[in-house]
């Protein structure tokens, strides 16, 4: 395979959950990878503009991510990612996310789309990574090589976001992400559990930058991958059941954690404008958070958020919480 030939991965929605294992494993069959810029202006409006109207802000901005990888890449790479944990799904819009991709821009280089259903089999996560090698190599064992390659990244990474690193775009030129330390760790600060699926929150223009916000108000912002997958099931054993969607259980796990287990000074649940599985979220979060007395807050983002009236926001919520505590 001649690694002249370019596969383009967007910066956005599972990206944020696969892309140490993705990077590793194209790299080593032999392929470029090109991720697409961190999202910005020219890439929310894209997004909005070869969209539906009624899709939700990140579906919005994966469609501009495309848009910006169009003219630069031999391959995009949209998997179908169905269930991921043998038990949830994905949000129907996942679901459909290569069709309606298809659907919506014009004159795409070839789109790698391969499902990954988790549901049916033991085995078929690395069938998944099986089947998208054959699109690229006869060589099985360098198939396999690959994939552990990959899962050897994305199991480093994971320990990284459990040791309160975040992902972020890296400002060096032979670098494209970065795990960089939260920060004020350890101090005496106001801890916020700060609750949103992981492409809103680690995506700095879709977040408008809530992590740094948080932490230049003298904040430590816990969010849901600092919880292990052991103490995240302790949590869900609240839930008489779960709910029907991978990222939503992700959410209202941690929470349920934040309230009972690891106590913190407040919560903030981050939803995106148009997300339907956040509207019953959002509510079960408030539920659980006035039943524990717990302070709450909804910040809802969508292309229109302003940088001012956040910070307004956060900055009032926060001032309060000081107050309360005697920090001020």
């Given at each position: ?213 948080l932490e230049d108000m003298n904040v430590i912002p816990c969010v849901a991958d600092d919880i292990s997958p052991g103490d995240l099931k302790l949590a869900k054993r609240r839930l008489p059941l779960d709910l029907f969607w991978y990222y939503s ?80």
């Amino acid at each position: 395979m001649a690694e002249s030939i370019k596969i383009g991965i967007p910066r956005t929605l599972y990206f944020y959950t696969y892309f140490p294992l993705w990077t590793t494993f194209f790299e080593e069959l032999g392929l470029k990878v090109v991720i697409s810029s961190p999202t910005n202006k020219a890439i929310m409006d894209y997004g909005v503009k070869e969209t539906v109207n009624d899709a939700c802000i990140p579906i919005k901005v994966f469609h501009g991510h495309v848009m910006a990888l169009k003219n630069k890449v031999d391959y995009i790479f949209i998997p179908r990612l169905i269930s991921i944990d043998g038990k949830a799904t994905l949000c129907p819009k996942f679901l459909g996310l290569p069709d309606m991709v298809k659907c919506s821009i014009d004159n795409l280089p070839e789109l790698i789309v391969e499902n990954l259903n988790f549901n049916r089999h033991w085995f078929d996560f690395s069938r998944f990574y099986y089947r998208l090698g054959r699109k690229f190599t006869s060589n099985v064992w360098r198939i396999w090589w690959a994939y552990f390659k990959g899962l050897y990244a994305w199991k480093r990474y994971k320990k990284q976001l459990l040791k309160g690193l975040y992902p972020t775009s890296a400002e060096s030129q032979d670098r494209e992400i970065a795990m960089i330390p939260r920060r004020n760790q350890g101090c005496k600060s106001l801890k916020l559990a700060v609750l949103a699926y992981p492409y809103v929150l680690y995506d700095g223009f879709m977040s408008v930058n809530l992590i740094k916000k948080l932490e230049d108000m003298n904040v430590i912002p816990c969010v849901a991958d600092d919880i292990s997958p052991g103490d995240l099931k302790l949590a869900k054993r609240r839930l008489p059941l779960d709910l029907f969607w991978y990222y939503s259980n992700q959410v209202i796990w941690a929470c349920l954690h934040y309230l009972d287990k690891e106590k913190v000074d407040g919560i903030i649940h981050v939803t995106a404008f148009g997300c339907g599985p956040d509207a019953m979220v959002d509510k079960l979060v408030e539920l659980e958070a006035k039943k524990a007395g717990m302070p709450f807050m909804t910040v809802t983002i969508d292309e229109h958020t302003g940088d001012t009236g956040l910070h307004t926001r956060l900055e009032a919520f926060t001032d309060m919480l000081k107050k309360k505590k005697g920090l001020v």
